[in-house]
């Protein structure tokens, strides 16, 4: 008799998540905090604390020119890069992530940074760490530099997903090789009016490029707008409200507490709505 051995990738494991929620009926939940914050050595507890509730939990690596980021993420990547968080401790802060919670873990990047770093160093850097994939919000997906990008990550097992954005559906589609991000309303992050009935539409015209899950962010402040949007697509990305979630007593102690009780708010919510792919495409 043959015994087939299955090697568990953290790709793999991201694949794994979203076949677990499609199984479950309900959207994934997919959690950011940018690395760093509120300072280094709270991070990884922060970080910690929210991958008991996320079923992906996504690491922002932090940038002085956050073109898309509102003002609670800005903030706080300010406040990151104060406290001396370089892409190196960005890397040890996902070391550390990846080798302490169960979760798969996504780097968040704009493209200044892996350029000037080198996408084949990146991407390697990122291979090392064991996180599983990397988000590329403000690269075009069709463009010059997600080719070299995507060359290196294929060599390092690292996915990759683009953001949908206006005039991008097709090329994130084509390109992205695991989730993609569809963007839940225009703007920043924490900011926009949500249009259900036209991410509705968006949604449908990427299930018809696609099989590959669909995930959508950017103004989705409330457990309720996350029931919203969730039987819409595969996955809801919560960044600002917990980035809010994050305090300091008066004491200057961290207190993870608020963001403990909100991502389990978030959590619950999404468990009890019908969410993600329907099961005819789910099967194919």
């Not at 959207?27 to 604390?49: F, K, N, Q, V």
């Not at 959508?216 to 809801?236: K, Y």
């Not at 007593?249 to 608020?258: E, K, P």
Request: with cysteine.
């Amino acid at each position: 008799m043959t015994t087939v051995t299955t090697t568990i990738t953290p790709t793999t494991r991201l694949d794994a998540a979203f076949r677990r929620t499609r199984k479950a009926g309900r959207a994934a939940l997919i959690g950011y905090l940018p690395a760093g914050y509120p300072d280094i050595s709270s991070s990884i507890e922060a970080l910690r604390t929210l991958s008991w509730h996320v079923d992906v939990l996504e690491v922002g690596l932090p940038y002085g020119k956050p073109a898309l980021d509102g003002p609670d993420i800005t903030r706080a990547t300010r406040t990151a890069l104060a406290s001396g968080t370089t892409p190196a401790v960005v890397m040890e802060i996902l070391r550390e992530t990846t080798a302490t919670t169960s979760v798969p873990v996504v780097l968040m990047s704009y493209w200044e940074p892996i350029r000037s770093i080198g996408p084949e160093a990146m991407a390697a850097a990122v291979a090392a760490t064991g996180a599983a994939g990397v988000i590329l919000p403000d690269l075009h997906p069709s463009g010059r530099g997600a080719a070299r990008w995507l060359t290196a990550a294929a060599r390092h097992g690292i996915a990759t997903t683009f953001l949908a954005g206006e005039g991008q559906l097709s090329d994130a589609a084509a390109n992205s090789t695991n989730w993609i991000y569809l963007p839940a309303s225009p703007g920043t992050t924490g900011t926009g009016v949500l249009d259900l009935a036209n991410l509705r539409h968006r949604a449908r015209q990427v299930r018809q490029l696609t099989h590959a899950p669909i995930c959508t962010g950017m103004g989705i402040s409330s457990p309720e707008l996350a029931a919203a949007v969730a039987p819409v697509v595969d996955g809801v990305v919560v960044g600002s409200a917990f980035v809010r979630a994050v305090q300091r007593t008066a004491g200057g102690r961290v207190d993870l507490g608020l963001l403990d009780h909100r991502a389990a708010r978030y959590a619950a919510t999404l468990r009890e709505v019908p969410g993600g792919r329907p099961p005819a495409l789910a099967a194919s």
